[in-house]
């Protein structure tokens, strides 16, 4: 079993399998002039899954596959088959932006995924361009129909709610909720490596924070309902619209943190254990693994450096890494 120093039971890894992606959100990195791992740096497909092994021999129970853009990454199904095949591995799930999802949805599934998050930060194609600088919105919203058709339930949408860009259209984006038994979770904005300016148009980023309390308030005329069955074992506070199929949720990495209740430990693509998305404490694997040796003395050291808890109210953020190389 892994458990932290805070007695917190370690179940879940996150595995960023990629630092590339073929958008540019405004909020997770700048327009250019990003350095990029050489191949070689990156852990093969073998490599991840020897470490899944691993950990859920020692009771990791829940993979999720992010990135970067985890389908940007080739044969991304032949990785969910391999993991599914792990003894221990009771769920795989993966967090994309949805472009190449129309597609590959099928197979995936079939490899054994089961669940899907997808970002969508609004529902204006012009805006969608502007925010993830390029991305089609037609090709999100067709690779969410697809997921949903081939049985990749339940569909949670991340929102990153972000004032003076998307607040005037919360309330339509928790709508969606009404016809369709989609999450739609919305985010508070963290200040990882996103400072900069986002270019014209935007507001100064320090000016893009929204508390989910202010969320909340900007969703009063909806009178969201608690949810009290619990949907899945994430951080997000759930509600629902009266009579609506889907919930409506909201995850505070800031305002209202989840550290207490943290069970996640996370692998980057450049094969490093991190057990806080926002501490920049790591332990790197990749070429001790390479070298054949031992990793379980890695593995538990990563748990039993899991800080209790973040410092960004502190305006302590992590430095070495933006959000697409950690894995969001
Ligand atoms: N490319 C995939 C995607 O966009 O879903 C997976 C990686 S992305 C880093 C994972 C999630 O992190 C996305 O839902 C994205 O909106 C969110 N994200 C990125 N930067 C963020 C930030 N600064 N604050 C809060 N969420 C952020
Ligand atoms: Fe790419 Fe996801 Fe970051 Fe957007 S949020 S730039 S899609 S990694």
């Given at each position: ?36 791992q ?12 020897q ?28 990785l ?14 993966l967090?994309?932006?949805g ?55 339940p ?9 003076g860009?998307?607040?005037d ?28 300016s ?23 005329p ?14 997000a ?9 889907g ?8 305002g ?13 693509a ?59």
């Amino acid at each position: 079993m892994l458990i932290d120093r805070f007695g917190r039971l370690i179940t879940y890894l996150r595995i960023s399998v990629t630092d590339r992606c073929n958008m540019r959100c405004v909020y997770c990195m700048p327009a250019e002039g990003i350095p990029l791992q050489s191949h070689e740096n990156i852990l093969r497909y073998e490599e991840i899954v020897q470490i899944v092994r691993l950990a859920a021999e020692h009771g990791i129970r829940e993979v999720r596959l992010t990135g970067g853009e985890p389908l940007v990454r080739l044969d991304l199904p032949i990785l969910v088959h391999m993991i599914a095949q792990i003894p221990g591995i009771e769920d795989i799930s993966l967090t994309t932006n949805g472009l190449l999802l129309e597609k590959v949805a099928q197979s995936l599934a079939e490899a054994g995924l089961k669940r899907v998050n997808i970002s969508l930060d609004t529902l204006d194609s012009a805006k969608f361009e502007r925010i993830t600088r390029g991305g089609s919105l037609e090709k999100v919203l067709r690779g969410i129909e697809a997921a949903e058709r081939v049985g990749l339930a339940p569909i949670k949408l991340n929102v990153v709610a972000m004032r003076g860009v998307n607040d005037d259209e919360l309330i339509e984006m928790a709508k969606l909720t009404l016809q369709r038994p989609w999450h739609v979770r919305f985010i508070e904005m963290m200040p990882i490596q996103n400072q900069d300016s986002w270019g014209n148009g935007f507001p100064p980023p320090e000016e893009a924070y929204i508390s989910v309390h202010e969320m909340r308030q900007l969703l009063f005329p909806l009178n969201l309902q608690p949810v009290n069955e619990k949907v899945g074992n994430g951080p997000a506070r759930e509600y629902r619209i009266p009579g609506a199929k889907g919930i409506v949720g909201f995850i505070s990495p800031i305002g209202e943190h989840f550290c207490q209740s943290c069970n996640r430990l996370r692998l980057t693509a450049d094969g490093h254990l991190r057990p806080c998305l926002l501490s920049d404490l790591e332990i790197p694997v990749l070429q001790a693994l390479r070298a054949g040796e031992d990793i379980l003395p890695l593995l538990e050291r990563a748990i039993l450096i899991k800080p209790e808890g973040h410092e960004l109210a502190l305006n302590h953020s992590p430095m070495s890494r933006c959000m697409r190389q950690i894995g969001g």
